[in-house]
């Protein structure tokens, strides 16, 4: 599976991005996947995971941010808004969800983009 995320930029406290993450190859892996993000000097954090119907959110983006994803188009989205300086940080798109998907750990994805950057300024 080859994920490729697009979206990212530099935003001002309180606007809006939408990021996406188009997949390709064994997509069979597609049904489960999620955000992560990583600012610098800290440890990549889950952001959002989608598996089927169900979503599952960390508790610092919950009411702000949207994931979703388009099966037909084998796309993964996240609309983040109200966006803070603190969601500055590198977005990684993940696929090949372990049974734990809704716990957000990196170590239950097989599969990795490139990332995105987003920045957030006040």
Known sequence: ?????????????????????????????????????????????????????????????????TISKDNAKNTLYLQMNSLKPDDTAMYFCAAGCGGSWYLLRPTDFSYWGQGTQVTVSS
């Open 1 to 65: 599976v080859q994920l490729v995320e697009s979206g990212g930029g530099s935003v001002q406290a309180g606007g809006s991005l939408r990021l996406s993450c188009a997949a390709s190859g064994y997509t069979y892996s597609t049904y489960c996947m999620a955000w992560f993000r990583q600012a610098p000097g800290k440890e990549r954090e889950g952001v959002a995971a989608i598996s089927d119907a169900s979503t599952g959110y960390a508790d610092s983006v919950k009411g702000r941010f």
